[in-house]
């Protein structure tokens, strides 16, 4: 089971695709006893990896201590960072305090674009550096690419280049319009052009020896097995199912693209939250209304929670109209 941590609001960049419209840090974050005390209980109720995430996660400057802490509780600590901030020292350090792995954003082979993109002139020199720092500390690290219309025919490119560098991974992102997202909503692909990039990319999974994965795209999964391929990643949406978010200022929910709330750990503990929120419980029933209750690939695939919400008036049960297959369009 995976929890992701968004340790803070505090960003050093300004992406325009950003779910949380991170800038600042709020006077309400979680701190750092407060933070101790979550990941005990996220580690009571039997999660195994933790995602430390932001905003920007290393703007935290007891991040070290978190991690340590999160690591001596049997977590695996990982991080989701846009790399800027990632010094030979820091990489150092964060492999010392515990870490596991850091996954690092790179949305274009062309530093223009990936700057553009990321709101920093030099966003793509400092992240090659970071990677660097990782690979010279020994820190294991992936790459995570948010796909648009306008990197779309890269995103294969870069998981060429992500082998190539050494990376374990490569995730790549679906745009989702919430945060700052929803002003870039019509850079979306469309759903024929959806399910041709996932086919691209599942195809591109078995020519390279690192992992690849579409996230917010659960119709991958439905995808791999009309091609006959095998991948380790069986189930598409995670979403209260064996994956939730907690904000910085702790409120808990299913997923970071979905704004219903199912609790807040300074009130009651994570793993009570986690045990009895109606909204976990519901979303465990897969009691899914539309498409995707009818659907033969539902048990694999669940439809993008999120989506679903979003395009209907907050119903995170319905149909994800994100699917070519549930509307006869493959």
């Known amino acids: 089971m995976i929890v992701s941590w968004m340790t803070t609001n ?29 990941i005990d209980e996220i580690a009571a109720a039997g999660f195994k990896i933790m995602i430390f995430s932001g905003g920007e996660p290393l703007m935290r400057p007891d991040i070290y201590e978190l991690v340590a802490h999160a690591a001596s509780r049997g977590l695996r600590p990982v991080f989701g960072s846009n790399g800027t901030l990632i010094t030979p020292e820091v990489a150092r350090r964060l492999k010392e305090a515990g870490a596991c792995a850091m996954g690092i954003s790179v949305d274009s082979l062309v530093p223009e674009k990936h700057d553009q993109f990321r709101g920093l002139e030099n966003a ?5 550096a970071g990677i660097e720092a990782c690979k010279q500390a020994g820190l294991p690290f992936q790459l995570h690419t948010t796909v648009v219309d306008w990197n ?18 490569h995730y790549i992102f679906f745009l989702i319009p919430v945060g700052r997202g929803k ?18 990319i599942m195809l591109k999974s078995q020519q390279v020896s690192i992992d ?26 995670l979403a209260g199912l064996t994956y939730c978010v907690i904000g910085s200022e702790g409120i808990v929910r299913p997923c970071a693209y979905m704004t219903e ?57 319905a149909q994800d109209d994100y699917c070519a297959h549930s509307l006869g369009l493959c």
Not at 152 to 169: K, Q
Request: proline share 3%; with cysteine; hydrophobic share 30%.
């Open 183 to 200: 002003f870039i909503q019509e850079t979306s692909l469309q759903v024929v052009e959806n399910e041709a990039l996932l086919k691209d």
């Open 152 to 169: 779309r025919d890269e995103v294969c490119d870069i998981t060429d280049f992500a082998e190539r560098i050494g990376a374990v991974a």
């Open 10 to 38: 505090k960003c050093n960049l300004k992406c325009v695709h950003c779910y949380q419209d991170a800038e600042e840090a709020t006077d309400k974050e979680l701190s750092t006893e407060e933070g101790k005390k979550m």
């Open 212 to 237: 690849v994965k579409p996230t917010c795209a659960p119709q991958f999964t439905r995808i791999a097995k009309q091609l006959g391929i095998e991948t380790r990643f069986t189930r598409g949406c």
């Open 261 to 317: 709330e199912a609790g807040d750990v300074r009130e009651q503990p994570f793993d009570e939250i986690w045990r009895t929120s109606p909204v976990f419980q519901k979303l465990r029933t897969q009691d899914y209304v539309g498409a995707c209750g009818t659907c033969d690939y539902k048990d694999g695939c669940g439809g993008c929670r999120a989506r679903a919400a979003y395009y209907h008036e907050g119903n995170y049960m």
């Open 124 to 128: 793509y020199e400092l992240t090659m």
